[in-house]
T-cell receptor, first 109, second 117 residues
Framework: RKEVEQDPGPFNVPEGATVAFNCTYS??????FFWYRQDCRKEPKLLMSVYSSGNEDGRFTAQLNRASQYISLLIRDSKLSDSATYLC??????????FGSGTRLLVRP | EAGVTQFPSHSVIEKGQTVTLRCDPI?????LYWYRRVMGKEIKFLLH????????ESGMPNNRFLAERTGGTYSTLKVQPAELEDSGVYFC???????????????FGPGTRLTVL
């Protein structure tokens, strides 16, 4: 079983749509969580950290549920530029990053 | 401020040859990480340096891989001899802080795409 599991997608949505990604993690000792964005043939870049209280950054909202070991990312009012792969990432007890395999998002005109 | 740089951007070698990848972290970042993504798989951790010391090398696949960070600045990752399954994209990341929650402050380089034929 993978430590961080994501639906690979692709999610194909029209501009302006709201889309939600989910992720589960298996290591209950993981302390910190992140969503990274990776464009085709580029490096991963931090999108946002994820907290139990939930956090919002513009059109993006992330949420962590420690009891169910579940992480979510909500994107509102999708833009064409949001097309990318979204990586769910957990930080383990040694502070190294554990990546999910990514969820691909395609936003169409 | 210059970001993390990696060299080369691409490398194509034959099985059995040796390849050395280089990473230059952001200036002042004591923590340097190597990750790898093989085709169809998720990005996986290889090892973590704090300055010139190996903090965690639990992700190194086998003894064909050797990482160094002499002087605590740039790092090299040598694969010798290369095998077909070593093909993938090798990312380097650096951060100033290597403690809990610092995953959000790891900046990634553009990666080296390695193809072993």
């Amino acid at each position: 079983r993978k430590e961080v599991e994501q639906d690979p997608g692709p999610f194909n949505v029209p501009e302006g749509a709201t889309v939600a990604f989910n992720c589960t993690y298996s290591n209950s000792a993981s302390q910190s969580f992140f969503w990274y964005r990776q464009d085709c043939r580029k490096e991963p870049k931090l999108l946002m950290s994820v907290y139990s209280s939930g956090n919002e950054d513009g059109r993006f909202t992330a949420q962590l549920n420690r009891a169910s070991q579940y992480i979510s990312l909500l994107i509102r009012d999708s833009k064409l530029s949001d097309s990318a792969t979204y990586l769910c990432v957990a930080e383990d007890s040694s502070y190294k990053l554990i990546f999910g395999s990514g969820t691909r998002l395609l936003v169409r005109p | 401020e210059a970001g993390v740089t990696q060299f080369p951007s691409h490398s194509v070698i034959e099985k059995g040859q040796t390849v050395t990848l280089r990473c230059d972290p952001i200036s002042g970042h004591d923590n340097l990480y190597w990750y790898r993504r093989v085709m169809g798989k998720e990005i996986k951790f290889l090892l973590h340096f704090v300055k010139e010391s190996k903090q965690d090398e639990s992700g190194m696949p086998n003894n064909r891989f050797l990482a160094e960070r002499t002087g605590g600045t740039y790092s090299t990752l040598k694969v010798q001899p290369a095998e077909l399954e070593d093909s993938g994209v090798y990312f380097c990341a650096s951060s100033q802080d290597g403690t809990s929650g610092s995953g959000g402050s790891q900046y990634f380089g553009p990666g080296t795409r390695l193809t072993v034929l």
